[in-house]
């Protein structure tokens, strides 16, 4: 177990613990509520994967979770969500791909423009095409946009470890696939308020916690800064205010 899950786990036995405790002195089972110190416990994630780690992956995970991989990069999409995603939730002809509210973790709505992301486009009319083929070989209807030979996605996890362990990327988790995406929208130059509305985050403070900048977003950060500080000073001269006012 790597250290964010052990500190989540000890969180939530805490909490178990604490609430036994309540239900005792409310049963008078216990005269007092004993005292239970909460660990310290840093769980903030910190790790995301490049779009090179990405493809790395889906080229081990197999044909039919590729799609995913790659879809969540891109998305940021939780994995829920993504395995989850029908196909009635699709519109080829308006270019969007919908959840509805109550069907993602903060309940409310969601939509991505994909007809705006060219290779999303691509990844779902090859993922479209798969399932035509397959519906043409069982003659049963598909609903679920990712699939295993029309069967819904339930778990990927031991798929996931292998193939990452497979790309040297052996403790990548796939909700690492999350920060990748918030990552390229900041890098981007997406402003805050719209990539939380694309990815699904409700608050600010946690989306804050996606946006990693590695050493070359921030190498780049500084070139741009070095830019604007050449640009406001370069070919410029000090007038004094005097002269500026006879002008």
Known sequence: MDEGAANATIQKETAALKRAFRLAKQANRLPHIPHVPVPATDNVRTHFLTMADVHAVAGHIGPDLAPVVRFAAM???????????????VDFNAGTIRLLPGTTKNNEGRTFPMAALPPLV????????????????????????????????????????????????EGAWFHDLRRTAVKNLEKAGVSRSVAMKLTGHKTESVYRRYAI????????????LA??????????SIVPIDTARQA
């Open 75 to 89: 998305t940021g999409w939780r994995k829920g969500e993504v395995l989850n995603l029908q196909w009635s939730e």
């Open 122 to 169: 691509e990844l779902m009319e090859r993922q479209r095409a798969h399932t035509r083929e397959i519906e043409r070989e069982t003659g049963e209807i598909i609903t679920h946009v990712f699939h295993r030979d029309g069967q819904p996605i339930r778990h990927m996890r031991y798929n996931w470890n292998r193939a990452a362990k497979m790309a040297g990327l």
């Open 213 to 224: 900048a590695d050493e070359v977003a921030l190498t780049e950060g500084v070139e741009k």
């Open 227 to 236: 830019r604007l500080h050449q640009d406001g000073t370069e070919g410029r």
